[in-house]
């Protein structure tokens, strides 16, 4: 597969207040990482971890402080970039704020469509075949509604819609479906691989979930994001099988699982403190060594570098050699 989208040592500092006394918060410190055409690249970790900040950088809407960010070869940041942001499209969690509420179904479709060339004659078709598309049946119906009509499931369809008409060849999602009802989320999700498989739009698929992101990235890659580190990285299936860091170990020993009987005798990995640290005032050497319940001393003066350990399966831990085989039970 082509490379689409490469970062380079990306970082980025948020300066704090205009006397600029204190440190700023290293929201992304030397993240680089390749995205294919086509590719579902899942970007996990927990809140405030750095995941929103990298999908902006990727999209070309932030300029990060250092580090560089190409589309497809070209340095979207350099001269003559300009032309190539964003790179692709944007949809958040909160599909309400998304749009327009005094906009109709119809006209929130149509504005974007004319821009893209669409003839006033063919819009109401087009705007039928985009709704038919994504899901929101029968499209007569609804053209005429609000978005306050919708569920929030639909509205999240809508945005979908929506952002296809500029024919992207990437599209971030940022925690998508974290506002929709549980039993409306894997429906929003099968919509993002139909996406995916028929016009073979990449995904950066952001969200703090193991769970959603295992099911839609099961054929595409993950990287597990911490305290604006990415901690490992490859191939999900490869990765799911056979996790590296701490940090994932813990997540996947307290991810759900639907058998009892296996939730019973399973090993809860524990960490040593419950809060992750803030990125203003990050610890020393690896940033989870407070938390970690292998740490040793090395661990509090060194930064471990990310190794690859085959086949891109990287990992960032200096003890990846000598921590215990994993196994979840
Ligand atoms: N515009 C901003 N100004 C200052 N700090 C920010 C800004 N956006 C994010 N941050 C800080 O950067 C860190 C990462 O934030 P974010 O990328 O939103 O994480 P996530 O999406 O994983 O929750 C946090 O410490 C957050 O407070
Ligand atoms: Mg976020």
């Given at each position: 597969m082509t490379e689409l989208l490469r970062l380079e040592e990306v970082q980025v500092v948020f300066e704090r207040g205009w006397i600029r006394k204190r440190k700023g918060a290293?929201?992304?410190?030397g993240v680089s990482m390749v995205i294919r055409e086509g590719e579902i690249f899942a970007l996990v970790g927990e809140s405030g971890c750095g995941k929103t900040t990298l999908g902006r950088i990727a999209l070309g809407l932030l300029r990060p402080t250092s580090g560089r960010v190409l589309y497809r070869g070209k340095d979207i940041w350099s001269a003559d970039g300009k032309g190539l942001r964003p790179t692709g499209q944007m949809v958040h969690q909160d599909s309400y704020s998304a749009l327009?509420?005094?906009?109709?179904v119809y006209q929130t479709l149509a504005a974007p469509l004319r821009r893209y060339g669409v003839p006033r004659s063919k819009l109401k078709e087009e705007a039928e075949k985009l709704l038919e598309f994504v899901g929101i049946m029968p499209p007569k119906y609804f053209?005429?509604?609000?978005?306050?009509?919708?569920s929030g499931g639909m509205r999240q369809r809508l945005v979908f819609a929506r952002s296809i008409i500029p024919k992207p060849r990437f599209i971030v999602t940022d925690e998508p479906v974290s506002m929709i009802d549980a039993s409306l989320r894997l429906s929003i999700l099968d919509l993002m691989l139909k996406l995916n498989c028929e016009f073979k739009i990449a995904f950066l698929y952001i969200t703090h979930d193991l769970a959603t992101a295992r099911y839609l990235a099961q054929e595409g890659k993950i990287a597990v994001m911490y305290l604006g580190k990415i901690v490992e990285e490859g191939r999900m299936k490869e990765v799911l099988e056979r996790p590296l860091h701490p940090y994932l170990r813990a997540l996947l020993s307290a991810a759900p699982v639907p058998d009892p009987e296996i939730a019973r005798k399973k090993k809860l990995l524990q960490l040593k403190e419950a809060e992750p640290p803030s990125a203003e005032a990050p610890p020393s050497g690896c940033g989870f060594h407070p938390r970690c319940?292998?740490?040793?001393g090395v661990c509090s003066r060194e930064e471990p570098p990310l190794r690859d350990f085959g086949e891109g399966h990287r990992g960032a831990c200096h003890l990846i050699e000598v921590l215990p085989p994993w196994r979840l039970m």
């Amino acid at each position: 597969m082509t490379e689409l989208l490469r970062l380079e040592e990306v970082q980025v500092v948020f300066e704090r207040g205009w006397i600029r006394k204190r440190k700023g918060a290293r929201a992304v410190s030397g993240v680089s990482m390749v995205i294919r055409e086509g590719e579902i690249f899942a970007l996990v970790g927990e809140s405030g971890c750095g995941k929103t900040t990298l999908g902006r950088i990727a999209l070309g809407l932030l300029r990060p402080t250092s580090g560089r960010v190409l589309y497809r070869g070209k340095d979207i940041w350099s001269a003559d970039g300009k032309g190539l942001r964003p790179t692709g499209q944007m949809v958040h969690q909160d599909s309400y704020s998304a749009l327009n509420p005094a906009r109709t179904v119809y006209q929130t479709l149509a504005a974007p469509l004319r821009r893209y060339g669409v003839p006033r004659s063919k819009l109401k078709e087009e705007a039928e075949k985009l709704l038919e598309f994504v899901g929101i049946m029968p499209p007569k119906y609804f053209l005429n509604k609000y978005p306050y009509h919708l569920s929030g499931g639909m509205r999240q369809r809508l945005v979908f819609a929506r952002s296809i008409i500029p024919k992207p060849r990437f599209i971030v999602t940022d925690e998508p479906v974290s506002m929709i009802d549980a039993s409306l989320r894997l429906s929003i999700l099968d919509l993002m691989l139909k996406l995916n498989c028929e016009f073979k739009i990449a995904f950066l698929y952001i969200t703090h979930d193991l769970a959603t992101a295992r099911y839609l990235a099961q054929e595409g890659k993950i990287a597990v994001m911490y305290l604006g580190k990415i901690v490992e990285e490859g191939r999900m299936k490869e990765v799911l099988e056979r996790p590296l860091h701490p940090y994932l170990r813990a997540l996947l020993s307290a991810a759900p699982v639907p058998d009892p009987e296996i939730a019973r005798k399973k090993k809860l990995l524990q960490l040593k403190e419950a809060e992750p640290p803030s990125a203003e005032a990050p610890p020393s050497g690896c940033g989870f060594h407070p938390r970690c319940p292998y740490a040793e001393g090395v661990c509090s003066r060194e930064e471990p570098p990310l190794r690859d350990f085959g086949e891109g399966h990287r990992g960032a831990c200096h003890l990846i050699e000598v921590l215990p085989p994993w196994r979840l039970m």
